[in-house]
């Protein structure tokens, strides 16, 4: 019977999900490269120990982010009291240089724990931060992972405490096994592992388990140029006969004798004396590209500990132009990243135990911030204080924030600048008054400063000065007013303060201040109303409308600006807001200014003189207030109140008056009220 042939199928060969060249031999057995695989090997505590204590560049990669992580520290932010006590509080436990501890025995063991003693309870049991009494905590002890126990690791997902043990416990001489409650502890970790909670004991890794092949290196570099540095020079001294006669003990001995001292009499001055047939070179060894591949290895291991080289090694920046600021910048970044994901949370069990502790009391509202790390120099610290100062100076011309708002954050700037040392302080000693006092208008130095204003305004306007006017009080009005009765010509300039329409328009283009003087006219007049809106309260009525008109006689002067167009937007809505929202409180004692014989003819506000003028008369406080039935005569200062409480602002320049005064009109948004008539000159 004939046996069944069986066909021997072609074996298959199975490439893994690399690249594979058969003929290059890259990604088969050929290639070297492919023969690397990944080995993990755990240092050891001893290890790790006599590394952190041994060598240097494995010290500095775990004190120092450990270090600056913790150099600034942090700023409490609440009331002065509280703050005082938290810091007391953290003196009195030296919590930074804890902290600092136990994030380097972290980094070097990957993991430490903060160990709190909070009064006589019972520290197996769960810590109720509400039971925290004040001065209840007691001490802050740091602990490596080897010095207390993990217990069992708590893997239930609902529990507060999921991934951390659920409990530790302390062996000592003294007590015995002590079992603390995690609630009790603060943890640290060195480096994450893929799964904590899949680790035996919940903790992470060394920080020196991923950068040990990069100490290695560097340290193999640098212990081998230093052996080569003793093999540097070597003499070479060829000798007749020399391997035949080493056999001969009295002619070794004396050979050694004889170039010992002839090595020691060598010099610069002294000769080396040889036989004739013997010949003596010298072989130096060449140093040549092993700096380059010493800080080779030391740059690749500062990017394996992720930090820069300017803080690992001290050394300057290398390069064209380099500052090594970008560098150290990114370095800090990261380093206050890490205190806000991961130092901030840790401390939270803590911070709330400590708030009790030294308060009494426990206020969500106390928050910290980290201190910068990277710190000005005094030019710096002074460019930017000079930046911040123009900045409000901006703000505050500009009108459009309250003063107090602004005056209470430039205080706040100030502080957390330190542009002035002891600000707080000295602000406290003025009882936190921090706004400057209201000037008097009555004040001769006011007054004279706010016709320094006003004449200032005007020669930046290249104008001449001129007599000035009196604030609210009288004096001499602009030389170029039109004189009364002049009649208009086409309208196409404005008056005084450029109000084009209404009752205080009267546009004119006869006289002098037609054709060519028509731009110089503007510029007095925006001059004129710039020094006027000085000496009013911003954000008042008065203060907007003025605002509006400035923006508008700008626009004629120089033209369309997006810039302005965006301030009138906003100074209208302001206006239109005080508006609606009604008047200011006036004294109800004190009426408005009469108008006819009978009670129901001044019901009304729309009823009211439209202007009333103020004149100075004889005398050197001396004025009167002159409507069409109406008068009121007293000093200045009396004046000004009579028109502030029954409602009158100022408006313009009178140019009814042949002599020197001012025109008043009604506020708009005064309040129609009946009123008794006053006595005249009351």
């Not at 439209?610 to 050197?620: D, I, N, P, T």
Request: net charge negative; aromatic share 8%; proline share 6%.
């Amino acid at each position: 019977m004939a046996q069944a042939q069986v066909k021997q199928l072609p074996t298959t060969r199975r490439f893994m999900d690399r690249l594979s060249n058969l003929v290059s031999g890259l990604g088969t057995t050929k290639d070297k490269a492919a023969g690397f695989t990944w080995v993990f090997t755990e240092l050891t505590a001893a290890q790790l120990e006599a590394a952190y204590r041994s060598d240097w560049m494995a010290r500095k990669i775990i004190d120092i982010p450990a270090d600056d992580a913790t150099r600034e520290w942090r700023s409490w932010y609440a009331d002065d009291k509280v703050t005082a006590e938290l810091e007391a509080a953290e003196k009195k436990h030296r919590l930074q240089r804890k902290v600092c501890e136990a994030l380097q025995r972290a980094r070097l063991y990957g993991g430490a724990v903060l160990l709190m003693g909070v009064g006589d309870q019972d520290p197996s049991t769960e810590l109720d931060p509400e039971t925290v009494a004040q001065d209840d905590l007691k001490f802050i002890h740091v602990m490596s992972r080897w010095d207390i126990t993990s217990g069992e690791i708590d893997r239930d997902p609902m529990s507060e405490f999921f991934g951390e043990p659920t409990y530790y416990e302390i062996n000592s001489m003294a007590r015995g096994l002590t079992r603390v409650h995690p609630s009790r502890v603060v943890r640290f970790m060195g480096n994450q592992r893929p799964s904590t909670i899949m680790s035996a004991d919940g903790w992470g890794d060394s920080v020196l388990q991923t950068v040990q092949d990069a100490i290695h290196d560097a340290g193999g570099v640098q212990g081998s140029i230093a052996s080569l540095v003793s093999e540097a020079k070597v003499d070479i001294i060829q000798i007749p006969e020399f391997a035949a006669n080493l056999s001969n003990d009295e002619y070794s001995s004396g050979l050694v004798d004889r170039f010992t001292y002839a090595n020691t009499l060598k010099s610069t001055v002294n000769m080396l004396l040889l036989d004739k047939e013997e010949v003596w070179t010298r072989q130096n060894v060449q140093f040549g590209g092993l700096p380059d591949i010493a800080r080779l290895m030391l740059l690749a291991l500062s990017g394996a500990a992720d930090i820069p080289a300017t803080r690992m090694l001290g050394q300057s920046p290398a390069g064209m132009s380099a500052t090594g600021e970008s560098d150290t910048r990114n370095y800090y970044d990261r380093i206050s990243s890490e205190q806000e994901t991961d130092l901030t949370p840790a401390l939270e069990r803590l911070d709330e135990v400590l708030q009790r502790s030294a308060t009494g009391t426990f206020d969500e509202d106390v928050y910290y911030e980290w201190d910068s790390l990277w710190q000005q120099t005094a030019d710096e610290a002074a460019t930017t204080n000079l930046k911040l100062a123009q900045a409000y100076q901006v703000d505050v011309n500009a009108g459009l924030i309250n003063d107090e708002i602004l005056a209470e954050a430039r205080s706040n700037q100030i502080m957390e600048s330190d542009a002035y040392p002891g600000w707080k302080q000295i602000v406290d000693d003025h009882g936190g008054e921090i706004m400057a006092p209201e000037p008097d208008p009555n004040d001769p130095a006011v007054q004279a400063g706010f016709e320094a204003m006003r004449q200032k305004a005007l020669a930046s306007q290249g104008l001449p000065p001129d007599g000035g006017v009196p604030p609210q009080g009288g004096g001499k009005p602009p030389a170029n007013l039109p004189k009364p009765g002049t009649k208009p010509g086409k309208a196409t300039d404005a008056n005084p303060y450029h109000v084009k329409s209404g009752e205080h328009g009267g546009e004119f283009t006869s006289g002098p201040h037609a054709g060519s003087g028509e731009e110089d006219w503007r510029a007095k007049n925006l001059a004129e109303l710039q020094a006027h809106i000085g000496t009013l309260e911003p954000n008042s009525e008065e203060w907007l409308r003025a605002k509006l008109d400035e923006i508008e006689l700008e626009n004629e002067i120089s033209g369309y600006s997006s810039r302005r167009n965006d301030n009138r937007v906003e100074y209208q809505r302001r206006l239109d807001k005080v508006l609606a929202s009604g008047p200011a409180p006036t004294n109800e004692s004190h009426p408005l200014p009469p108008h006819g014989d009978t009670v129901s003819e001044y019901t009304d506000p729309s009823g009211r003189e439209e202007w009333v003028s103020v004149v100075k008369k004889a005398g050197a406080d001396h004025y009167i207030v002159e409507a069409d039935n109406y008068s009121y005569e007293g000093t200045a200062e009396q004046v000004r109140e009579h028109l502030r409480k029954n409602g009158y602002v100022f408006s313009g320049f009178d140019k009814s008056q042949d002599g020197p005064g001012y025109k008043y009109q009604p506020s708009s948004n005064m309040p129609s009220v009946t009123r008794p008539r006053p006595n005249k000159g009351k």
